[in-house]
């Protein structure tokens, strides 16, 4: 178990959490993390225990944003997918939580100040969505030795994290 902590740009939040999966290993290239995340065309989410979050700075300059699962669906058929957590002020995107998964939250990678593990190797998932631009499969060397799928992979952050116990 390792303890956490993490800001948004502007300093206006900061919270802290404990993660059994802090190896920030795994790109995801789907529209909604593309697009709510900014950057390179995908986001990276490690995993924290929701009950251990504490938001230490700022709590009344947290929003959160629900994307919409599927947009090709007719609207009565739309899902909303897990709350994003983001600052007001400066929109740094800090952390997601799923009510189909209440135990966990996801905090964005690029948000935590605390060292991370480096990762030995890297998953690229929900590829089939990614921007041709970004996806590591039409970059040359980007590929070598790391997972790639077109969805999501047969196994969790969990899991990843036990089946790597030298990185993390």
Known sequence: M????GSCHCGAIEYEFDSPAPVPF????????????????YTINIMGMTDSLHVTKGKSELQSYRAVRDKSKPKEEQELCQNRYFC????????????????WIYPYASSIDSELPVPQVMTSIMLDYA???????????RTEGNDMFDEYPPYSLEQWHKDHPRTS
């Open 26 to 41: 795994m790109r995801c290239f789907c529209s909604i993390c593309r697009k709510t995340s900014g950057g390179g065309g």
């Open 88 to 103: 007001r002020s400066c929109a740094t995107y800090l952390w997601a939580h799923c009510e189909d998964y209440k135990q």
């Open 2 to 5: 390792k303890h956490l902590k």
């Open 131 to 141: 921007a041709k631009w970004a996806d590591p499969r039409n970059l040359p060397g």
